[in-house]
């Protein structure tokens, strides 16, 4: 079951403190603030906001599966060109925050850059 956004941004809050790494890299990146309309990162000017969080936390439930090229460019899921290294880390949150929910899938040498996909949560 999808998250509603409160309830995302909650988990994303318990991440505090905490080092998230992105997908392809495993870089590390600690969460050093989260306030009710964004992420801090600690040494990172840029900083992923709550609405385009949700907005990749949506699609992803809508089309099962993100990939870090999906964030790239006139293309992207939020509509515009975004920084990478902004969707590398919302990604790297996302997967941190609700690892339940989903699973990395390495996209490296096909795609060029790795994402998530959905857990099959079915309980046949």
Request: charged share 30%.
């Given at each position: 079951?999808?998250l509603?956004?409160k309830?995302?941004w ?14 392809d890299?495993?870089r590390?990146?600690?969460?050093a ?7 801090e ?6 900083k ?6 949700a ?5 992803l439930?809508?089309?099962?599966e ?13 509509g ?7 969707g590398?880390?919302?990604l ?17 040498g096909l ?7 959905l857990?099959d949560?079915?309980?046949?």
């Amino acid at each position: 079951r999808m998250l509603s956004e409160k309830d995302l941004w909650q988990r994303i809050r318990r991440l505090l403190g905490q080092t998230v790494y992105t997908l392809d890299r495993r870089r590390p990146n600690r969460v050093a603030r989260v306030t009710d309309e964004e992420i801090e990162i600690e040494g990172r000017v840029t900083k992923p906001t709550r609405g385009d969080v949700a907005e990749v936390y949506r699609q992803l439930w809508q089309k099962g599966e993100i990939t870090g090229a999906e964030l790239l460019g006139e293309g992207s899921v939020l509509g515009n060109a975004f920084s990478n290294k902004v969707g590398r880390i919302i990604l790297a949150v996302l997967a941190a925050a609700v690892p339940d929910e989903m699973e990395i899938v390495d996209r490296r040498g096909l795609h060029g850059l790795s994402g998530v996909k959905l857990k099959d949560l079915s309980t046949d």
